[in-house]
């Protein structure tokens, strides 16, 4: 991974911003930076219940739904980096609105939020 968010949907203006490299500068060590769900995953991998496999998936449910991917040990990000971006599939056709413009998307019904 590049450090780098492209287009994050709740993240606005730190489209391009050298996250990685910024914090790596201003904390004066090598600094690694991905998707929140990936290091949960790699967490379960390290000290957690997925210490025993090599395949399995992580999802999370807070204000987004994402799902980390890990296939032979590895995690699996896809080749555009958006592997596991599950939270705009459509789940209820013609369902509620979501944030991205869509309608029935899994976090418009089940996130954090849809459920509170």
């Known amino acids: ?6 287009a994050p949907p709740i993240m606005p203006g730190w489209d391009g911003f050298p996250v ?3 914090l790596s500068q201003e904390l004066g060590c090598p600094v690694m930076v ?3 769900v990936n290091l949960m ?4 991998q390290h000290a957690g219940v997925a210490r025993s496999v090599g395949d399995f998936l992580c ?5 987004g739904i994402g799902c980390g991917i890990v296939v032979g ?3 699996h990000r896809g080749a555009t980096g958006s592997a596991g971006d599950i939270g705009h599939i459509q789940a209820v056709p013609d369902g509620r609105p979501c944030a991205c413009g869509n ?3 899994l976090e418009a019904h089940f996130s ?4 509170a």
């Not at 999802?59 to 204000?63: A, E, F, L, N, S």
């Not at 954090?112 to 459920?115: F, I, M, Q, S, T």
């Open 41 to 44: 995953a790699m967490g379960e």
């Open 20 to 22: 990685r490299e910024a």
């Open 112 to 115: 954090g939020a849809a459920l």
């Open 1 to 6: 991974p590049e450090g780098v968010p492209v």
């Open 73 to 75: 040990g590895e995690v």
């Open 34 to 36: 991905d998707n929140d």
């Open 59 to 63: 999802v999370k449910i807070g204000t």
């Open 103 to 105: 309608r029935g998307c």
